[in-house]
């Protein structure tokens, strides 16, 4: 009887695995490989944006440019200054009935170059960074770091960088103090230990030689010229790039069961991806689907490739125009009956620190897809706070799909919080709630995540876009 009680009342705590078939472990695999494989493929915003273009091509979808009228069925998408993209299938359903939209961000927290960022000292040439995104910057110093971005000239020629992937390319890193000289810094508080104008990476040592005359700055004149002969740029072409720095580490399985995923950047790759790979499986909806990857999500949404800019806004009016539905207030009207999945990341449970948690609110890795019905900090301060009736709306979207989730917030109070995309589209009147896969390390080099979390999310972001 207590037993029979239990099962009625209580949460279910246990994980996923212990519910799981063969045939699901296999699809759980079969996801998550593929994950995988795109996340070694697209570490920036930028690789994400062109290898989902491609997938998005190969699925039927076109550039909403390209049509004069739209009609049910039509799959499009709008590609924002190569940062950032936009996609939907047009629904059955009247748009003023609202669209189904899911939310992510392609950034993540990495090393910019800086404008000016190239010098020589001591005999090593370095290149100048400036973080971007919330990072402890003692992480980033000692690892293998890779280099990607483009370059474009005066004349408009883009020059494309990839170095540190490749097995055969050299590699980049930020050098850190041996202890035997490191008791001052090791007295530092932890944050303070790496100053942010000391993440300079280390790019070479062999000077130009004229001869047996000795260059000044022969290291840096060396970087510069084996710049030129390989891509034809000068130092002036830097103060015209966007070049990151990202680790060098590849994706890879955790754990001797297999269970987990440790790779760079899941945060929000994990959602960014798994929303894309639903919408690719979608043939017809009765609501307009759409899915947002965005940019500039990591410091604040801001600019015009961030979900704060009218860009998304202009996509949804292309729509309207293109369906040939002209009434007052249209697009507001829209946005007002919407859905939105914002599906950011959570932060998963660590035993190791479990004193900024509260086990009873918190995301557990393995548990399944995390719903955050607010998130802000210290008093829900900057915080999308879902409505009760959109929170049961969601749920009963899950318990039907037999799709496992568990509802939680980001740390203690006073102590956590953070935020997401979530109120941009909020504030134009959209219901919103925040629903992505718990990680541990989140924002750190390697982040991690469980391959039954990432699938929830798959079956989740599917599953709301069929309703």
Known sequence: MEEELK????????TGWEEINEEERTQINKVSDSYMDFL??????????KEAKELADKNGYKDIMTFDTLKPGDKIYFINRKKSMYLAIIGENPIENGLHIIG????????????????????????????YGGIKKYQWTAIPLSMHGVIVKTNGEVVEINIGEDENDPIFTITDLLPHLAQDQMEKKLKNGIDGEDLSILIGSIPLKDGA?????????????????????????LTSAEIELVPAFRARTLGLDG??????????KVCSYTSLHAM?????????AVCILSDKEEIGSMGNTGMESHMFDFFISEILNKLGVNKPNLLEKV????????????????????????????GYIGK?????????????????????????????????????????????????GGGTIAYIIANKGADVIDCGVPVLSMHAPYEVTSKFDIYSAYKTYKAFWQE
Request: proline fraction near 3%; aromatic fraction near 10%.
């Open 259 to 268: 269970s987990m995923i440790a790779a760079y950047g899941q945060d929000d």
């Open 104 to 131: 992510s961000h392609v950034d993540s927290p990495r090393l910019d170059l800086k404008p000016n960022p190239l010098y020589e000292d001591g005999g090593l040439a370095y290149f100048k960074t400036h973080y």
């Open 335 to 362: 946005f007002c009956f919407s859905k939105m999945l914002s599906s950011d990341v959570d932060a998963g449970f660590d035993p190791l620190y479990a004193s900024v948690s509260d086990k009873t609110n918190a």
């Open 40 to 49: 070694n493929k697209a570490k920036t915003e930028r690789e994400f944006i």
């Open 213 to 237: 005359k000795k260059v000044p700055e022969g290291v840096k004149l060396n970087i510069l010229n084996i710049l030129n002969q390989k891509y034809g740029v000068t130092e002036d072409d």
């Open 280 to 288: 690719m499986e979608l043939q017809s909806v009765k609501n307009t």
């Open 7 to 14: 099962k009625k009342l209580f949460r279910n705590q246990s």
């Open 368 to 416: 399944g897809i995390s719903l955050n019905k607010y998130t802000g900090s210290r008093g829900k301060s900057g915080a999308s706070d879902a409505n009760a009736e959109y929170v049961a709306w969601v749920r009963n979207v899950l318990e039907k799909h037999n799709i496992r989730y568990q509802v939680a917030e980001l740390g203690k109070v006073d102590i956590g």
